[in-house]
């Protein structure tokens, strides 16, 4: 009898797209992906490790599941992801229910792991190793999307791990060194994904400035600009987008695609952390912000509608009012569409844990309080400038009477259905909406005429 999978991730688009092959090939060993958790025989949680807060919701869940366990002695769970790359067989000690400990690179294992222990081998046989996951390269095997594809937006990863070291991050301690997919593999994945009507297409890295820059690639030459504008040209890619870049690496000739390519869409992200020169310092990234606010200035003047957004962190070891004064000078200089704003939180092996100078946790909430506050106004009058305008809109749920569909400048329009049963939108078709209202974080309109 087959039995079924419950998956749940945490953290970044990597880890949706590490949990999708995760269940891909669970399906093809056999198994049945179900969206509940109760019932299911085998949990898998895909981890997050990026800041404490993440950490916490993993073992605060995985706590639940020995209740579970107890009634329904035969399930089986994983931890995957950035938290079981960090504590690898430690998470045993702590929680004992847990089955397997899948590494970040380890997920293409993942089906015979679960035989192996089937067959009796101890979990510590099976489970990560901190010190060997990463002998094992990534990005084994092509996947075919399962036949039932369903979804018109995809993801498709690039490149994985990051080689920038910066002091409060512990993503290379969880995903490893940077190292960039082949090209035909990323372009057959694409292939793939369009042929089963896939419309938009997501290319997915921590540094993807860097693409091609790492091995194995390296010697093919193609960098990023290269592979979005390869990406672009393949029929059946209506929209194209990528995440995450790096302002030290962000070249003018990425921002020229954003001129000369029409299905890329007009939106990036590129995160700026902190708007205090000593506090980038201490964070070892490798700008200032005079060459961020230049790096956004050159963008804007390739694609005048680009819509920015970024990350920041507040309350890093040693920042004063004045750093942060500073974050706030770069929001009201830049006016983000949109942010995500974090308080530092010390990570295991990162280098700011053991700085000194830790902000006071009071600090740090009346800080990142301020940025929100300003943050949610500049959205809102950022938003209220489409109102008027008819834009480009590709449908992503469809409820009775309501329809919601995203722009591409990634911002998400909610409008009423058409009545008329001539005009049948599908998830996935794009039609013009004319703006007619405007919240901080979504918009409003009509189907224009
Ligand atoms: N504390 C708080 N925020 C962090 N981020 C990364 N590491 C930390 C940390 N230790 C934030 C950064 C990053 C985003 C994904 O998470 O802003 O860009
Ligand atoms: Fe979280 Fe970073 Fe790992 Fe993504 S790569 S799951 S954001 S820790």
Redesign the pocket.
């Known amino acids: 009898m087959s039995k079924t999978v419950f998956t749940k991730t945490f953290g970044?688009q990597m880890n949706e797209r590490d949990s999708e092959i995760m269940e891909q090939l669970l399906a093809q060993a056999g198994y049945i992906p179900v969206a509940e958790q109760s019932g299911a025989d085998l949990v898998i949680l895909n981890t997050c490790s990026?800041?404490a807060k993440a950490e916490q919701k993993v073992f605060s869940l995985l706590g639940m599941l020995r209740k579970q366990k107890k009634e329904q002695p035969g399930l089986r769970i994983v931890v995957a992801g950035c938290v079981a790359q960090q504590e690898g067989q430690q998470i045993f000690k702590r929680m004992p229910h847990v089955d397997i400990v899948v590494g970040t690179q380890q997920i293409y294992q993942l089906p015979d792991m679960l035989l192996r222990l089937e067959q009796g081998e101890t979990k510590r046989e099976i489970s990560c190793d901190m010190e060997k996951s990463f002998s094992i390269p990534p990005f084994q095997k092509l996947l075919s999307p399962s036949p039932a594809l369903t979804e018109f937006r995809k993801f498709v990863t690039i490149m994985q791990g990051c080689n920038n070291f910066c002091t409060?991050?512990?993503v290379p301690s969880t995903r490893g060194r940077e190292i960039s997919r082949p090209v035909a593999d990323i372009l057959e994945e694409v292939t793939l994904l369009t042929q089963q009507g896939v419309k938009e297409i997501t290319l997915l890295g921590q540094n993807v400035n860097s693409y091609g820059c790492t091995n194995p690639v390296a010697e093919q030459k193609t960098g990023f600009a290269d592979l979005l504008r390869l990406t672009a040209k393949m029929s059946g890619v209506d929209r194209l987008r990528f995440t995450t870049s790096n302002p030290q690496d962000l070249s003018s000739g990425l921002m020229q695609c954003f001129k000369d390519i029409p299905n890329l869409c007009p939106h990036f992200h590129l995160?700026v952390?902190a708007g205090s020169n000593s506090v980038l310092k201490k964070m070892h990234r490798k700008y200032t912000r005079e060459l961020y606010l230049e790096k956004v200035d050159q963008l804007r003047s390739f694609c005048p509608e680009i819509a920015i957004s970024t990350?920041?962190?507040v309350g890093f070891p040693g920042e004063s009012e004045e750093d942060f004064q500073q974050t706030m000078e770069i929001l009201e200089t830049v006016r983000f569409h949109g942010s995500?704003s974090?308080?530092?939180?010390?990570?295991p092996n990162?280098r700011?844990a053991d700085f000194a100078d830790k902000v006071d946790e009071k600090v740090k909430g009346e800080r990142l309080k301020r940025f929100q506050d300003r943050q949610d106004q500049i959205s809102l009058e950022r938003n209220r400038e489409y109102i008027g305008t008819s834009v480009e809109v590709m449908v992503e749920k469809c409820k009775p009477g309501s329809i919601q569909a995203r722009t591409r400048s990634n911002h998400i329009v909610h409008f009423p259905a058409p009545v008329e049963t001539s005009v049948n939108l599908q998830l996935g078709d794009t039609t013009l909406v004319t703006i007619n209202h405007a919240g901080k974080h979504s918009l409003n309109g009509v189907l224009t005429e």
């Open positions: 970044c990026i800041r409060y991050c512990v995160p952390q990350d920041v962190i995500f974090f308080k530092y939180s010390d990570r990162t700011s």
